[in-house]
């Protein structure tokens, strides 16, 4: 005998079920599920159109005795990044559950989750009859950070001007031209990685790596005090991130266990493109010299993908973009000038 779902994990796989994916979210079928939801616990709810065309807003308001009072709000965002099918083992809103009671969709983590514990506390505490002071309100957005307005703090550009400088960090970079590079050498790659900026979400960073030849990427925030958060882990700052997935396996976004850690990661130099070498020498680089340069440990393989250097670097993530970019373009010259010599001398590599 199967036992019967509790009707909060129903709710929950309803929501779930509603395709709120970028980059062309339709939030209206969210807003009316939050409607009816509010309607069953005899709550206010209303739609606020923010200005900015197709992102309304969401507003449930549960009255306090003293208005006088500060009122509370609990806010989530209802939009989720774009799903790639064949990552997934189930179909992404389709909210399946398997015979351990493990739900797949987009959006199960970030964030609808969050929104389905606030519905579901405020059901059972009216249930017992809980009354409050305050009025508390859930607010429903169209995107996080930036709420409806696509703007966020401009504490946003200190922290990008502090990622810039580590060679980690590509900038804006599509999801296409990020897998591209992480996935230069193939399987044999597992776990290279890269940082890059958001492309649907202002203020939000991804982290794509390499994942058995295939890959994969993983939404993270940085706020003003530099604390960086994946998944449901917060960390002090994105280096302390960065290291513990050196040691610790990555969450899937898709949900499930991985065996994938951090290893090297990608530095790619916009320049010419250098002569064909057949085979990538790697070279140990030790003469960055002292201060914030590159540790006496970086190991850096050079390949091309026809437009930059793709270089592949094992060393620390606190090591900053100038004095790795010296050691690397020094290596490309080296290789560069030995192609020539083998050219003249009629050698090639094997």
């Not at 009122?71 to 351990?100: C, G, Q, R, T």
Request: hydrophobic share 35%; with cysteine; glycine share 8%.
């Amino acid at each position: 005998m199967v036992d019967a779902e509790q009707p909060s994990v129903t709710r929950f796989r309803e929501y779930l079920r509603i395709n709120t994916m970028h980059p062309n979210p339709n939030y209206y079928p969210a807003l009316e599920f939050f409607r009816q939801q509010a309607s069953e616990m005899g709550l206010e709810f209303k739609i606020i159109e923010s200005g900015t065309e197709s992102k309304p807003l969401g507003l449930m308001t549960w009255k306090g005795s003293n208005p006088d009072l500060k009122a509370i709000i609990l806010s989530s965002h209802m939009d989720v990044v774009p799903v790639f099918p064949n990552e997934w083992k189930y179909e992404p809103f389709s909210a399946h559950k398997d015979e351990n009671g493990d739900i797949y969709a987009r959006g199960s983590q970030d964030m609808k989750c969050v929104a389905s514990w606030y519905l579901e506390a405020i059901r059972r505490l009216k249930l017992e009859g809980q009354t409050f002071a305050r009025t508390i309100h859930l607010l429903f957005t169209p995107g996080e950070p930036e709420g409806a307005q696509g703007h966020h703090d401009d504490s946003m550009n200190g922290v990008e001007a502090l990622l810039s400088e580590y060679p980690w960090f590509h900038g804006t970079l599509s999801r296409a031209e990020a897998a591209q590079l992480v996935l230069q050498q193939g399987p044999s790659g597992h776990g290279v990685f890269l940082v890059r900026k958001s492309e649907t979400r202002a203020g939000e960073y991804v982290l794509t790596f390499n994942f058995q030849g295939r890959a994969k990427h993983l939404r993270m925030t940085i706020n003003s005090e530099a604390r960086c958060r994946v998944q449901h882990l917060w960390f002090e700052t994105i280096f302390d991130m960065l290291e513990h997935f050196r040691t610790h396996p990555i969450p899937l976004e898709s949900g499930g266990s991985s065996d994938v850690t951090l290893q090297n990661f990608i530095v790619s130099l916009d320049r010419p493109r250098t002569p064909p070498i057949h085979g990538s020498p790697r070279v140990r680089a030790g003469a960055a010299g002292p201060g914030h340069g590159a540790s006496r440990n970086v190991l850096a393989a050079v390949h091309t993908d026809g437009i930059r250097d793709v270089v592949v670097v094992s060393g620390s993530v606190r090591a900053r973009t100038s004095s790795i970019e010296n050691v690397v373009r020094e290596q490309t010259q080296a290789q560069q000038q030995q192609h020539s010599r083998a050219i003249g001398n009629h050698y090639s590599f094997v």
